[in-house]
């Protein structure tokens, strides 16, 4: 299950990690662009988020005056068995400042306040060596299935509540919109 970690210390320059507003949105598209080119709207995970908004309490950003250096957002799934399921995505912290704890920062204070908020379990596609640091695990998702290719061992879940995906199997659907 989810436990509490403690963030990194962030670079000692002036970052602030806050809520994302409306006004964020523009630069967000930017920086993961800039991250992950403009194919990653190929990629199966946005089949996902077609006509889903993000979950607005969830977004977060991080900041350095009005400079955007990082994302993370969350949306809503639907998976048979599992209560309530985030699809985690994109995180991206910009390439000038990687490595400096912001992305920990961003995944470790967002999932606390999915866990406060009371989701119950987070899947995602990505690096099972970045990912495993904050609990995620292969072994979550092995009983799922997602909309389009993915490599599977890239596959990962996540319970912030103890056996929230024990029960889950199947393809995970996009949430109604
Ligand atoms: C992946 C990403 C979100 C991590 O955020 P970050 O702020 O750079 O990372 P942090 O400073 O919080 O953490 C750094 C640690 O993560 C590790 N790490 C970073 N990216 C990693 C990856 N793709 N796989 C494994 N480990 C990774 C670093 O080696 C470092 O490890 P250490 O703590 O043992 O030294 C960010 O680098 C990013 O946006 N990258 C571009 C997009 C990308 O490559 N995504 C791939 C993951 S899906």
Not at 5 to 23: D, G, I, K, S, W
Not at 62 to 83: E, F, K, M
Not at 131 to 158: I, K, S, T
Request: hydrophobic fraction near 45%; aromatic fraction near 6%.
């Amino acid at each position: 299950m989810y436990a509490l970690q403690q963030p990194q210390a962030l670079h000692p320059f002036h970052v602030t990690v806050t809520t994302e507003r409306p006004h964020h949105a523009e630069a967000i598209e930017a920086l993961v662009d800039l991250d992950f080119g403009p194919d990653r709207l190929r990629k199966t995970a946005y089949r996902l988020r077609d006509g889903v908004a993000p979950i607005s309490d969830l977004g977060m950003v991080a900041v350095d005056g009005s400079r955007l250096l990082g994302t993370i957002r969350y949306w809503q799934v639907h998976v048979a068995g599992a209560p309530k399921t985030l699809l985690l995505g994109p995180i991206a912290i910009h390439p000038d400042h990687q490595g400096q704890g912001i992305g920990s920062t961003l995944m470790i204070t967002s999932l606390d306040n999915a866990k406060a908020l009371g989701w119950d379990a987070v899947i995602l596609v990505g690096d099972e060596p970045y990912y495993r640091r904050f609990g995620f695990r292969r072994a979550l998702a092995e009983n799922l299935a997602l909309p389009g290719p993915v490599d599977p061992a890239r596959f990962l879940g996540l319970e912030l509540t103890d056996g929230a995906l024990q029960s889950a199997s199947g393809m995970v659907k996009r949430a109604a919109h």
